[in-house]
């Protein structure tokens, strides 16, 4: 049985190794004919071939210069600073002055003293404290004739409460003296004007 087994075991391996030497060798000749039948292409161009190209002749044309477009320059001015010489200086407040002068002078002289005396005479309005608390206003017409040496006579408040009318003679009697009339104005004068009692 020994004998057999191994002679069984030398077939079956002969067997296999003929098997592969046949498959070895069907692949080699497949692969071989593959190779055979496959195209060969010849990629090589011959350039005698193609036809002449002709070139056409390019026109040359010539630049012409250009002219540079002149930038104008905008001119700058420089603020010089004038530096005023210091007499100069010294002098500016006097013409001030001067001018400032001018300019009252250019008043009419009586409606500067008229201004000036009310102004006086206001600096002394007494406002009772009466009205005050009641909420009375009102606009008094006050009278009088101005002396030369700044007194007064004939002094006359009419118009609005009784209250505020003696208030208006009070003021312009503590105003006393008033201003002196300027030499310009011929004193004695009439006076009359509206004081005007208002709460702000």
Do not use: W
């Not at 009419?158 to 312009?172: E, F, I, N, T």
């Amino acid at each position: 049985m020994k004998f057999m087994d191994k002679q069984i075991n030398f077939i079956t391996l002969l067997v296999s190794v003929l098997i592969h030497a046949v498959l070895f060798i069907q692949f080699s000749n497949t692969a071989m004919s593959s190779q055979a039948q496959a195209p060969v292409y010849d990629t090589r161009i011959s350039l005698n071939l193609l036809p002449p190209v002709k070139q056409k002749q390019q026109k040359v044309v010539e630049a012409k210069p250009v002219k540079p477009k002149k930038v104008a320059k905008k001119k700058i001015k420089k603020k010089k600073k004038m530096l005023q010489p210091k007499h100069e200086q010294a002098v500016a407040p006097k013409i001030k002055k001067e001018i400032q002068r001018q300019q009252i002078d250019d008043v009419p002289i009586r409606q500067r003293y008229f201004s000036t005396l009310l102004t006086h005479i206001e600096g002394h309005k007494y406002y009772p404290r009466s009205a005050r608390h009641r909420g009375i206003e009102g606009s008094i017409q006050v009278s009088f004739r101005l002396l030369a040496n700044g007194s007064i006579s004939g002094l006359m408040a009419s118009g609005g409460p009784l209250l505020l009318r003696r208030a208006a003679k009070s003021s312009v009697t503590a105003a006393l003296p008033l201003p002196l009339c300027p030499p310009e104005i011929t004193c004695p004068m009439q006076v009359s004007y509206a004081m005007q009692f208002k709460l702000r």
